[in-house]
């Protein structure tokens, strides 16, 4: 159906910020016209029993263009993102070449004009993510970028990174750490534990993130800058962060699904699906997780969305590299997995992350007359089983293989377009 | 016996049918003609991804003896270094009609890996920092033949029990085989969560040796002094080596083992490595019978001499 015409969704459950209530939602070029009882359109989709909400939006997500297209493609991410209900994702810099310049910048903006959600870049801190020089974050942000990370690597130098943070207040955007300490690292390939020492894979401390998360939340008392963390994964973590914003920092932070479902002890066959970085950690940080989305000390939750080719992941464990699809499963996996009314499991999908990405003028917002027609219909009592041959991306290294999960996306409307009808996307 | 990858899935019982399936081995090995015809017809695939002499050495003899063709895969001049992926080397191999493959890599996980691609057996002839099975089944052997029943012994392992694969297949052995376990090392030699482990740990070699039955001594790496693990191997060697006077205050009839390669002068000393106790070359004589055994029980149909 052209975005011209006009189109009702009918008989659902609205959620937005402002609360939950029935309601039918008409919709035509890319805007709410009107919200309220008995609309009619011409186009009817068909939302009874299921909810209405803000589109998603993904702090992390890894679209591997440019550079490793056999991976993933800001085309196929897109349409994975639009499945598990996502209108807008945030594409980390750690492709080939780096995000780090206007130019790159520009080539990822123009491979994204009409796939199926909005792509909006963020930019390396550092040329290269090498850690060493400061990319030009001005050119980037005159682009529209407004995150700032080297994810994949943390910036290792205490200097620099107090040095990046005054210069990205200065100029209105906001870096996000991915918290590693490589020295205490020191390139273990799981989380350090009884299972790493059973299985003989160097480890990785808590210690490694957590000492770069206290560092850095005293960088930002120093600076007066904001941070955003990246996929906490460490009870310490997460205890550390909720202690900064009680006292009045500027902290915010995103976890990630496998961080509140899988442990270390996934990793027990040696199978590179479960190789992750921050790695699974044991059942105590994933109750640590959990009790941070339930008291409300982390924002997000953000997927890490982040495919290889199966062919790196059948490389030895120590080899392979690190990283876990989850855009299609990341909705489902909050709905089954935490406690939590559906209205929070949205604010920490959509809404809260849309303020951290500073696009809440389109995405997360109200579901009002005059707001942009981004938006998805979720069937919350809908079961399915999650299959990896049946996923959108172009990878298929999902942790997640056989789960069963109940929510699912049935619609997605990027801009007014049905990007996903009866969760079919359509592009 | 499936595969062969850990010490733990063979379990006390599968260790008692391997010594079983040794000692008639040994006798074959003791024969003029020490091979029989068990495993015609079969192919074993040496697989070492990682160079070790004496280990591939010792299971292409053992494979041989019982009247199997051997492959020997290397790593060195293959289609690996072509950049072909480990899966496929593997599905190739097992195209070319392997039966099974012995498996030797740096990483730890490999043969396990190559399990479940492979419907060939797999042994695993050591895995990274993971497990040397075969080494310590053969340990195990070599204990029996002095000790008898390993029930309530002393076994006092000394060094790199981190970084060692032929530690967690020993402490998995010795331990289901009854054996009380105490682990000597500095505390960065010692893996995360070794207090979950079912031994005793102590940082203090002088205090443990009195009622040691058996001390086994673990290689030591010059490259842990480069990763601050050790301020050098002079340090380790004064607090951790067996020197004579150490080996002096074993109880008579304690046995001295070491998997090799040995640093004399680091973490055993020369004379000590040679003295009557040390059953040194012993271990490594029993080994061949012990591959027999593991590769006769993985393949074979149980006759001998079918």
């Known amino acids: 159906m052209p975005k011209t015409v006009e189109t009702v969704i009918k008989g659902g459950t609205v959620i937005d910020a402002s609360g939950t209530r029935v309601a039918d939602v008409v919709i035509r070029g890319g805007e709410i016209l009107e919200v309220g009882h008995g609309l009619e359109a011409k186009n009817v989709i068909d939302a009874s029993g299921c909810v209405v909400a803000p589109g998603l939006v993904d702090l992390h997500t890894h679209l591997r263009q440019p550079g490793r297209e056999e991976a993933e493609t800001i085309e196929t991410g897109a349409r994975a993102a639009a499945l598990g209900g996502y209108t807008a994702v945030i594409a980390m810099p750690n492709t080939e070449p780096t995000m780090d310049s206007a130019a790159v910048i520009r080539e990822v903006l123009d491979h994204a004009i009409t796939v199926a959600c909005e792509v909006v870049p963020s930019g390396a801190i550092t040329l290269g993510r090498r850690g060493e020089q400061l990319a030009p974050m001005a050119e980037m942000a005159e682009l529209g970028v407004r995150i700032f990370t080297d994810d994949g690597s943390g910036v290792q130098d205490g200097g620099l990174m107090r040095r990046a943070l005054e210069y990205a207040k200065g100029i209105g955007v906001m870096l996000a750490q991915h918290c590693e300490d490589n020295s205490l690292a020191a390139g273990g390939a799981m989380h350090e534990g009884a299972w790493s020492a059973k299985l003989g894979v160097p480890g990785q401390p808590c210690s490694a993130e957590t000492a770069m998360v206290l560092r850095d939340i005293e960088l930002s008392r120093l600076t007066g800058a904001p941070i955003h963390f990246l996929h906490l994964s460490t009870a310490e973590s997460l205890a550390a962060v909720a202690q900064a914003r009680a006292a009045g920092l500027q902290v915010t932070a995103e976890v990630a699904p496998h961080h509140f479902t899988l442990t270390d002890a996934c990793c ?30 982390v924002d997000a939750i953000a997927t890490d969305h982040a495919p290889h080719a199966p062919e790196l992941k059948e490389m030895p464990f120590d080899q392979a590299p690190p990283g876990m699809l989850g855009l299609e499963t990341a909705l489902g996996l909050a709905l089954t997995e935490l406690e939590l009314p559906i209205e929070r499991v949205l604010a920490y999908l959509s809404w809260q992350p849309a303020k951290i990405a500073r ?38 290294n999902t942790p997640f293989d056989g789960r069963k999960l109940r929510g699912k996306v049935r619609h997605t409307i990027n801009r007014g377009d049905q990007v996903v009808i009866d969760g079919v996307a359509q592009q | 016996m499936n595969h062969l990858l850990t010490i ?38 040496s697989c070492f ?55 030797r890599h740096r990483s730890a996980g490999v043969p396990t890996q190559i399990a479940s691609w492979s419907r060939a057996k797999v042994v ?15 340990d195990c052997y070599t204990l029996r033949t002095h000790l008898g029943d390993l ?63 058996v001390v086994y001594l673990l290689r030591i790496q010059q490259e842990r002094t480069d990763q601050a693990l050790l301020p050098s191997l002079r340090e380790y060697s004064a607090g951790f080596g067996l020197d004579a006077k150490r080996a002096a205050r074993l109880k008579p009839g304690a046995l001295i083992m070491h998997p090799g390669p040995m640093n004399r002068g680091v973490e055993i000393a020369a004379d000590v490595a040679d003295a009557p106790n040390a059953v040194i070359t012993e271990q490594v004589a029993n080994g061949v019978a012990v591959r027999m055994a593991v590769l006769f029980l993985m393949l074979g149909s149980g006759d001998l001499n079918a």
């Open chain 2, 151 to 213: 029930h309530g012994k002393q076994i006092v392992v000394v060094g790199d029990i981190k970084h060692s694969r032929v530690a967690r297949s020993n402490i998995a052995a010795f331990t289901a085989l009854g054996a009380k376990v105490k682990l000597v090392a500095p505390a960065t030699l010692l893996p995360a969560s070794v207090g979950e482990w079912p031994v005793e740990v102590t940082h203090n070699l002088d205090g443990a040796l009195d009622d040691a039955d």
């Open chain 1, 268 to 297: 027990c066959d040696y199978d590179a699906t479960f190789k992750v970085n921050p790695p699974l950690r044991t059942e105590a940080d994933v109750e640590a997780v959990k009790a941070a989305l339930i008291a409300g000390t």
């Open chain 2, 49 to 103: 991804f990682e160079d070790s002499t004496r280990t591939r050495l010792s299971f292409e003899t053992a494979a041989r003896r019982l009247g199997a063709d051997v492959m020997t895969f290397s790593a060195a001049s293959s289609s690996l270094k072509k950049g072909e992926s480990l899966r496929d080397t593997v599905e190739t191999l097992e195209a070319i009609g392997a039966d099974a493959f012995v498996v």
């Open chain 1, 359 to 396: 696009i809440s003028d389109r995405h997360g917002g109200l579901i009002a007359k005059g707001g942009a027609a981004n938006l998805c219909v979720i069937d919350p009592n809908a079961e399915w089983t999650v299959d990896a041959r049946a996923l959108a991306s172009r990878s298929r």
């Open chain 2, 124 to 138: 695993n002839a050591g895995d990274g920092q993971h497990e040397h099975p075969t080494q310590a089944l053969l």
């Open chain 2, 8 to 45: 733990d899935e063979l379990g006390a019982d599968g260790i008692d049918d391997v010594m079983r399936t040794t000692d008639t081995f040994a006798e074959v090995n003791r024969r003029p003609i020490p091979k029989v015809q068990a495993l015609r017809g079969k192919t074993v695939v």
